[in-house]
C-alpha cells in the first residue's frame, strides 16, 4: 500500500521480526554476548528481562543462529504449563521418547536425564529457552532448578535460559527462589532505546526497506516527538511509524510532520505519550489524596452512608422503588459496603464533581433509554439489542480491567449492582487519570474509579453501525453486499476515489484488512469482523464517539 507511494520495496515498519531488519544497539549487543558468555560457561541458569517490545525476540533469534552446531535446543513458548506438563513439553521438543500414559514427574526426569547423558556422551549441548517465563508458578519454578542437578562431576548437563518480563527478576528474588537464583551465571536487563538509537534505528528499517541514504521521511522533529511518545520501545516505535506513514499517505504528504505525528498518536497509543508522561505526578498526588479520604472516611461509615445516599428525589431512591431487583451478577468484581466518597473528585482539574447523591447511577430502564438517546432519535425499543429498524448493532460483552474499555473510545452502558443491591446502570463515557466521565440526565460527571470499580459487575454493552447486509464475519472469496461496503470504506479512509474490490471479497482487500488489524492492535487475520468493523466505524467517525457523547450530555444540562 503506502510505501509504494513513499518510494520504498516493502513496508518498514512490521513488527514480525525479519532477520533483514535486525538493529543491534549497544544494550542488545551487550544482552547477546551476556547470553553467550551464559551458554559457554556451561550449566547453570542465563536469565534475559525487559520490557514489552524492547527486542527481546530479537535477541532470542541472534543467539539461536550463533548458538553452535553441536546445541540441541528446546524452547518452550507456552509457559502456562504445571510441571510435568513442562518436562513433557521439554522432551517433545527435544525428540525423547517416554510413555504417554505414565506421565509423572519421575519417568519424565529420567528419560530427560538418559537422552542428556547420551547426548553429552556425544559431545552435544542440551539449551532449555523459556519464554514469558515470569508466568511461570512456584512449583515449576522449582523443577525447573532441580534439572540442573543433572549433571556429570566436571559440568552440568542442561543449559536453561528463562526470557521474561521485569517482574520475573523480582519474582526470582524472592527468598524462597534464592537457590535458584543463586545458580544464574549470566543476567541483563534490556532496556530501551536512548533518542540518538531511536532516530538510527528509524533511518536503518527505512534504507532496508529501500529508501536512498539522502533521503528524509522523519524529520528530526518529527523523529523527537516519536521517542517521547514510545520511550524507545521498538515496537511501539514500529507501530506509531507505520501509522505516520500512513497518514501522511492519505494526506499525500512526503515527509512526516508533528500534526500527522499527533494524529496518529491518538489513533495508535489512544493518549499522546508526552500528555501522559506531564500528567503522571498529579495521579500520583490524587492517588495519595483519595488513600487519605477513604481511610478517614472508614472511621466513620454512618457519615459514608449518608454522604453516598442522601434521601429525596435522586436516583438512589428511585432505584429503591425499582420493581426489578439485581440478579445475580456473572463478573468478578465484588460489591462493597460503600464507594469512596464522591469529593475525590476534585483533584481532577476542571473536572464537574460527582454529586453526592450518586445520582449517576441510573435504574436500568432510565439507563437504557438516556443511552439510546445518544445514538438515535426513535423512540427505545423493547430491548436495547434489538433494534426493529436494523439501524444499530449491539455488543454485549464483558471485561476484567477498565483497560479492556479504554480502547473502545465510545460511549459504554456498565452493568452495576448498587450497594443496596439493586440492578443499575452507568453510562461510561471515558476515562482520565484514576476518574471516569459518567453520564446522567444533568450532564456529564467526574467518579473517582474506586467509587465506580466496586460496583461494576462487569458487564456493558454498545451500539455501533454495521455496513449494510453485514450479518457475519466477512473474509476472501466472499460476495455479498457488505463486502462492497467494506470496501468503500476503506477506500474512504484512504482518500481513494477507487474501491479496491466490488462484491467480491479479493486478496487486495484482504491485504487492507490485514494492514489496518495491524495497525488497530487485533489479530492480523484479514477477516472482517466485529471488531474491525468497530475500529474502522471509529476511524471514519461513523459511530458516536465517547467525546460526542459528553459533549451532548454536557449541553442538554451543563457541567452537572
Same mark, same amino acid.
Given at each position: ?28 549487543? %551487550? &544482552? !547477546?554476548?551476556?547470553? +553467550?558468555?551464559?551458554?559457554? *560457561?556451561? =550449566?547453570?541458569f542465563?536469565? /534475559? ?7 527481546k ?26 510441571a ?14 517416554y ?10 526426569? %529420567? &528419560? !530427560?536425564?538418559?537422552? +542428556?547423558?547420551?547426548?553429552? *556422551?556425544? =559431545?552435544?549441548k542440551?539449551? /532449555? ?19 540442573t ?58 534504507q ?10 522523519f ?19 514500529n507501530?506509531?511509524?507505520d ?11 512526503h ?50 452512608i ?6 429525596g428525589?435522586s ?9 426489578t ?10 460489591v ?26 441510573l ?8 443511552f ?33 474499555l ?31 466521565w ?38 476472501l ?10 470496501a ?18 479479493n ?15 487485533l489479530?492480523?487475520?484479514g ?34
Open positions: 500500500m503506502y510505501h509504494q507511494y513513499f518510494g520504498l520495496n516493502e513496508a518498514p515498519f512490521s513488527i514480525a521480526v525479519n532477520p533483514r531488519y535486525l538493529f543491534m544497539s549497544a544494550r542488545h549487543r %551487550d &544482552a !547477546l554476548a551476556h547470553l +553467550l558468555y551464559g551458554v559457554g *560457561a556451561g =550449566g547453570g542465563i536469565l /534475559l528481562t525487559g520490557e514489552v517490545g524492547t527486542g525476540t530479537t535477541i532470542n533469534r541472534c543467539l539461536l543462529e550463533q548458538l553452535p552446531h553441536d546445541t540441541d535446543i528446546a524452547i518452550i513458548l507456552n509457559p502456562a504449563l504445571n510435568v506438563e513442562l518436562l513433557a513439553t521439554a522432551c517433545d521438543e527435544l525428540g525423547i521418547e510413555d504417554e500414559d505414565r506421565q509423572t514427574l519421575k519417568t519424565l526426569t %529420567d &528419560a !530427560l536425564h538418559s537422552y +542428556l547423558l547420551d547426548n553429552h *556422551a556425544r =559431545g552435544r542440551t539449551v /532449555l529457552m523459556i519464554d514469558e517465563a515470569q508466568h511461570l508458578d512456584f512449583e515449576v519454578l522449582e523443577q525447573i532448578r532441580l534439572l542437578n543433572l549433571e556429570t562431576n566436571s559440568e552440568k548437563l542442561l543449559q536453561i535460559i528463562l526470557i521474561g518480563q521485569p517482574e520475573l527478576a523480582q519474582l526470582l528474588a524472592r527468598p524462597e527462589l534464592r537457590q535458584l537464583n543463586q545458580r544464574i551465571t549470566a543476567r541483563y536487563n534490556l532496556g530501551p532505546l536512548n533518542q540518538a538509537e531511536t532516530a538510527a534505528y528509524i533511518n536503518h528499517r527505512l532496508v526497506a529501500g529508501m536512498p541514504a539522502d533521503r528524509v521521511i524529520p528530526p522533529s518529527v523523529v523527537r516527538g516519536i521517542y517521547r511518545r514510545t520511550r524507545g520501545i521498538p515496537r511501539l516505535i507501530v506509531l511509524c501509522r505516520v506513514m500512513l497518514g501522511a499517505y492519505g494526506r499525500n504528504k515527509r512526516a510532520d508533528r500534526a500527522t505525528l499527533r494524529i496518529a498518536a491518538r489513533e495508535v497509543l489512544g493518549e499522546e505519550g508526552i500528555k501522559q508522561a506531564s500528567r503522571w505526578p498529579w495521579a500520583l498526588a490524587a492517588l495519595v489524596l483519595m488513600g487519605a479520604l477513604a481511610a478517614w472516611w472508614g472511621l466513620q461509615p454512618e457519615q459514608q449518608n454522604t453516598f445516599a442522601e434521601p428525589t436516583s438512589m431512591a428511585r432505584l429503591a422503588a425499582a420493581p431487583p439485581a440478579e445475580p451478577s456473572t463478573g468478578t468484581a465484588t462493597a459496603p460503600g464507594p469512596v466518597p464522591s469529593a475525590a473528585a476534585s483533584v481532577v482539574a476542571g473536572a464537574a464533581e460527582a454529586p453526592a447523591s450518586a445520582d449517576w447511577l435504574p436500568p430502564q432510565e439507563g437504557a433509554s438516556l439510546w438517546s445518544l445514538h438515535s432519535d426513535r423512540p427505545l425499543p423493547e430491548k436495547i439489542c434489538q433494534d426493529p429498524a436494523g439501524e444499530l448493532a449491539c455488543v454485549q460483552s464483558e471485561a476484567r480491567t477498565w483497560d479492556e479504554v480502547s473502545q473510545a465510545r460511549p459504554l452502558l456498565l452493568d452495576v449492582v448498587t450497594p443496596e443491591r439493586f440492578a443499575a446502570g452507568v453510562i461510561l463515557l471515558g476515562i482520565e487519570g484514576n476518574h471516569a459518567v453520564g446522567w440526565e444533568a450532564g456529564a460527571v467526574a467518579v473517582p474509579l474506586s467509587a465506580l470499580g466496586p460496583l461494576w459487575t462487569g458487564g456493558y454493552r454498545l451500539l455501533w453501525q454495521p455496513p449494510a447486509d453485514f450479518d457475519r464475519p466477512l473474509s472469496g466472499d460476495r455479498s453486499a457488505a463486502v462492497a461496503e467494506v468503500r470504506l476503506f477506500a474512504q479512509l484512504d482518500g481513494q476515489p477507487q474501491a479496491l474490490a466490488g462484491d467480491r471479497f486478496q487486495a482487500l484482504k491485504q487492507r484488512v490485514m494492514i489496518f488489524q495491524r495497525d488497530s492492535g489479530e492480523a487475520d477477516v472482517v469482523g466485529v471488531q474491525t468493523l468497530l475500529k474502522l466505524n471509529s476511524e471514519l467517525g461513523i459511530d458516536v464517539s465517547a467525546s460526542d457523547a459528553r459533549a451532548a450530555l454536557q449541553a442538554r444540562g451543563g457541567e452537572g
